[in-house]
């Protein structure tokens, strides 16, 4: 069933696992990332950017698009469409009225007051519907759509506390050092801030920039509460390894679906691993 995030991580914090938000970019990966979850008998999250939703036709389609499927499919599990990096309350409200479950307000470039208040007014519709709400403290590094971030901002544990109770958010992305595309070098993420934040913040925590993250630090960031991991760079990279070897291989090949079902079979072992790595997989 199509639920919101309230629930699911609710119980993966109580858990200790986390569960994965994989982000959409056309059809194959709706089918894939839906595909994975069921045989992995996983709880799962459909981000949408908006730059991703507007590249797809906009958010009526991907939620008609993600319930379809999973009409089709069959589908048991729980699944969350949600709102990723929504810049404004409009862009969340759009969502909300499309249909998702879900959404993450990044009002985490202005003032701190700011931040509060307009998260404070996503919460108020978002609750009435039954949606879920992620919040984000500091600043995550790279790039992601038009989104440039040039260096990185530590998310203050006084201000997550703070964000939390004034708010009413159901999770909170606090940037503690990750990035969204790969890594140079080895991520430097801020545990000894995300154990504080963990405990004095009662809500499950999330993890931005997922994509090469070494499984000793998932499992690190999951024990002080993080309950949501975002993965997008990863399956881009492995969808286009495989799309590129095919045409190397095949340079007449013209059939969309020779070239993009095998890369959605990438996707999805990928979705797989992710899953099997942050523990959600048998637990829905
Ligand atoms: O919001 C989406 C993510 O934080 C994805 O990060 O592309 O580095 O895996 P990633
Ligand atoms: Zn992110």
């Known amino acids: 069933p199509l639920v919101s995030m309230k629930e699911m991580l609710e119980t993966a914090k109580a858990n200790s696992y986390a569960?994965?938000?994989?982000?959409?970019?056309?059809?194959?990966?709706?089918?894939?990332?839906?595909?994975?979850?069921?045989?992995?008998?996983?709880?799962?999250?459909?981000?949408?950017?908006?730059?991703?939703?507007?590249?797809?036709?906009?958010?009526?389609?991907?939620?008609?698009?993600?319930?379809?499927?999973?009409e089709s499919y069959g589908t048991t599990v729980p699944v969350a469409i949600h709102l990723d990096h929504g810049s404004s309350f409009e862009a969340c409200a759009k969502a909300i009225h499309a249909g998702f479950t879900s959404v993450m307000i990044d009002a985490s470039h202005g003032p701190f007051e700011d931040n509060v208040a307009t998260t404070s007014k996503v919460v108020e519709l978002a609750h009435i519907h039954?949606?879920?709400?992620?919040?984000?403290?500091?600043?995550?590094?790279?790039?992601e759509d038009d989104v440039i971030a040039d260096g990185v901002i530590y998310a203050d544990p006084k201000e997550c506390q703070e964000l939390v109770e004034r708010t009413g958010i159901d999770c909170l992305a606090p940037a503690l050092g990750s990035v969204h595309g790969p890594y140079k070098g080895e991520p430097n993420l801020g545990f000894k801030e995300m154990e504080e934040i963990g405990s004095a913040a009662s809500v499950p925590l999330v993890l931005h920039g997922g994509t090469g993250i070494p499984t000793k630090d998932i499992k690190r960031a999951i024990s002080y509460g993080t309950s949501k991991i975002n993965v997008n760079t990863e399956n881009q990279i492995q969808q286009a390894k495989v799309v590129r070897e095919v045409l190397a291989a095949q340079p007449d090949q013209i059939d969309p679906r020779k070239y993009l079902g095998p890369s959605r079979d990438a996707i999805k072992a990928t979705v797989i691993g992710k899953m099997r790595e942050f523990g959600s997989s048998n637990q829905a």
């Not at 981000?47 to 698009?65: D, L, P």
């Not at 709400?133 to 600043?139: K, Q, S």
Request: hydrophobic share 45%; glycine share 16%; net charge negative.
């Open 19 to 70: 569960v994965g938000q994989f982000n959409l970019n056309n059809l194959e990966y709706v089918q894939a990332i839906l595909q994975a979850a069921e045989e992995e008998k996983s709880p799962v999250i459909l981000g949408v950017s908006e730059g991703a939703g507007k590249y797809m036709g906009g958010y009526n389609v991907v939620v008609a698009m993600v319930k379809s499927l999973m």
């Open 130 to 143: 039954g949606v879920s709400v992620e919040a984000e403290l500091g600043v995550v590094g790279g790039q």
